[in-house]
């Protein structure tokens, strides 16, 4: 794994958010969220072809700049400021990073160029999928819901049970017994499916690799990877508050000046410190393949989705009245605060997760990444 550098970092967040500053405003993301595109393919191809998100985190054997999750959790962590609707969790981190821990190189550059998109489906506590062979084929049965990006992807990857444990499985979207559901969700820039197969010839991949330490470590990355993108988030969440409180004069003077709204701004940029010092220690356990990783990365999740859910609320309160309407975009960051909050478990789930994995309850460490 080669390290990243400060002077790389930055220069990645830069690119990321040049990008995302010319073709992700608020009025564009608007459109791509509530259109029904899915996402916004042009800014996609942008991101994949021109900056290399989806390949800077591979490793160099797979054609990669070989800078691990870190690098993801830099572009995350921009993507996070604008709610660029884009599929980066679901390809380039979930996707990607499951069947590049596979040994599937081939499947690997279908996806890195952003021509092709796919998404994990099974990854959580809603899922059900069973695997059997019948005449030599695999067969697949069961459902999951919130499956991110489901509705859009190009390619769809199955964790399903199999009589020796869990296995991966490569799924065409146009098979007969496939049927994926648009789901109505409440963050618009984020969409989830319903995927429900019934009888779904499937194909499964890395027969030669471990899947289940596959899954796990793709999972535990991609909660730090999520964990930055909720600190981008939080962190334009912070700059809208204050700049508002800045502006907005009440009873002769701006609102920043009255200590109730002073408090609230402290409250939020001392959560947001606290949240960006657990996901970088989650991404850097993850990079380090940390024993550590279990816990700091479930830290990082309840940290992270408790910080930004509160940031979000205060900020519309800072905002008052105009903060309620649809012009204004605070209702947008409050939507993906609630969203990402209970995306992979709640914040309660993963404290459990660190309590168990710390020995806080007594008990033995859970060794299963899990995932709800």
């Known amino acids: ?21 010319r073709m992700a405003d608020e009025e564009q993301v608007r459109k791509i969220a509530f259109g029904g595109a899915g996402f916004d393919r042009e800014l996609w191809s942008v991101l994949c072809q021109q900056i290399g998100v989806a390949s800077v985190g591979l490793p160099e054997a797979y054609g990669g ?37 596979l040994g599937q190189a081939d499947r690997v550059a279908n996806l890195v160029e952003g021509q092709v998109t796919a998404t994990v489906a099974g990854t959580g506590s809603y899922t059900e999928f069973t695997a059997s062979l019948h005449g030599g084929q695999w067969v697949l049965n069961g459902s999951a819901r919130h499956v991110l990006h489901g509705g859009h992807c190009d390619e769809l990857l199955v964790i399903a049970n199999a009589d020796e444990g869990r296995a991966v499985f490569l799924v065409d979207r146009d098979e007969s017994g496939v049927l994926v559901e648009a789901e109505n969700v409440l963050d618009a820039t984020r969409p989830m499916a319903t995927v429900e197969l019934k009888g779904a010839v499937a194909l499964q991949l ?37 700049e508002y409180a800045r502006d907005r004069v009440q009873f002769g003077r701006p609102i920043g000046g009255f200590q109730a709204v002073k408090h609230k701004c ?29 816990w700091l990365t479930s830290m990082a999740k309840a940290v992270c989705s408790e910080g930004l859910r509160d940031a979000a609320h205060a900020n519309l309160q800072i905002h008052g009245g105009i903060g309620f309407t649809w012009e204004n975009a605070a209702h947008l960051y409050l939507k993906r605060a609630r969203t990402d909050e209970v995306l992979f478990g709640g914040p309660g789930t993963h404290w459990d997760r660190v309590a168990l994995a710390t020995g806080i309850f007594g008990t033995s460490p859970v060794v299963s990444a899990g995932g709800t």
């Open 1 to 21: 794994m080669t390290k990243l550098s400060k002077d790389d970092a930055e220069a990645l967040a830069a690119t990321v958010r040049a990008a995302c500053s």
């Open 266 to 294: 402290a409250d939020v940029l001392t959560a947001l410190e606290l949240s960006r010092s657990a996901s970088l220690a989650a991404l850097h356990a993850v990079d380090d393949d940390s024993t550590d990783a279990f």
């Open 65 to 101: 700049a070989g800078y691990g999750a870190s690098a993801l959790g830099v572009v995350a962590h921009e993507l996070g400021r604008t709610l660029a609707p884009v599929p980066f969790l679901a390809t380039a981190v979930l996707a990607v990073g499951l069947l590049a821990d």
């Open 206 to 242: 890395g027969t030669n690799t471990d899947p289940d330490a596959a899954i796990d470590r793709n999972l535990l990355r991609t909660l730090a990877v999520l964990s930055a993108e909720q600190v981008g988030a939080h962190e334009r969440v912070l700059e809208m508050a204050t």
